[in-house]
């Protein structure tokens, strides 16, 4: 160790102030997240929706903003963005996503293929359609909102979702792990409450993806009873998590026990074993598991 960090005082070091996440409205980007650990929901709750995290993030939020006609901004000065221009340039559009030339072109040529879907140019862009809408709502006495990508008010709803792959027996599977059904679920309950109506009273709720690469293909999917029930299922078990953390003021990661860190045993099973290194997985391998 440094002998300037040994001379620092600990009294000395001004920690950051205290985030109760009680104090800021919950939402389903930061619900969502209670599927990983209390910890990462509490960090999202603070970074608010104004973080756009990773690179896909970024490009993700580009693109909506293209495909349901919001603001945005394409900055094309220079290729690295940092210095006074740049600095410049994001003040001026402060809280707007900001493309490239080339990641605008992909966003528009992505966009085009959403108008080239019948079904999905009828959903997103049909007459009566609102796209981005925030809904302000309360759900079980707890401040909400939502932002839904595309709804008819009272009609039908849905989220807009670019992914790797929509084939059809392979987007379903990432979509249920990362609760994509459960998310338009959600926004069924926030339409409810808007309109007064019970949440009971379901409207057609849909999702439309997009693969991120050429040729970009569209899929529309429409949430059946099953998916509708395990939507339900993974929402509670959620609330409930954000419950608990809220009531204790306690946000964990992801466990607060020791875990055991074990592997196969090489002398009773044909399994993994430290003292014979397997291969790694290959790209179709990890596929055909999927």
Partial sequence: MSDDLDDIDPDDIELPPSFDPRAVPMSWTVLSEYRRSPAHA?????????????????????????????????????????????????????????????????????????????????????????????????????????????????????????????????????????????????????DAYQFGRDVDDEIPLYLVTIENSEPFCVVVWELDAFARDSAKKMIARWWERMKSCEAANHWPGYSQAICQFTADDPETTEGFSLAEPRERPTEDDEEQAA
């Avoid at 509490?42 to 756009?52: C, N, P, Q, S």
């Avoid at 290729?79 to 001026?92: E, I, L, N, P, T």
């Avoid at 959403?114 to 925030?134: C, K, P, Q």
């Avoid at 989220?159 to 338009?184: I, N, S």
Wanted: glycine share 12%; no cysteine.
């Fill in 42 to 190: 509490r960090y999202k709750a603070e970074r608010g929706r104004t973080d756009e995290g990773t690179l896909a993030m970024k490009l993700g939020r580009g693109f909506h903003a293209v495909a349901l006609e919001q603001p945005y901004a394409v900055y094309s000065e220079t290729k690295q963005r940092r210095g006074k221009v740049w600095d410049a340039f994001k003040a001026a559009h402060a809280g707007m996503p900001i493309l490239t030339p080339g990641e605008h072109a992909k966003a528009f040529a992505m966009a085009h293929a959403l108008h080239s879907n019948r079904d999905a140019e009828r959903l997103i862009y049909g007459d009566g359609v609102i796209r981005e809408g925030l809904i302000e709502w309360v759900r079980d006495g707890r401040a909400m909102t939502s932002h839904v990508d595309f709804r008819k008010p009272g009609v039908y709803l849905g989220d807009l979702k670019g992914v790797k792959t929509a084939e059809p027996g392979r987007y379903q599977y990432a979509g249920l792990r990362d609760g994509h059904h459960a998310q338009v679920k959600l926004y069924e309950e926030a």
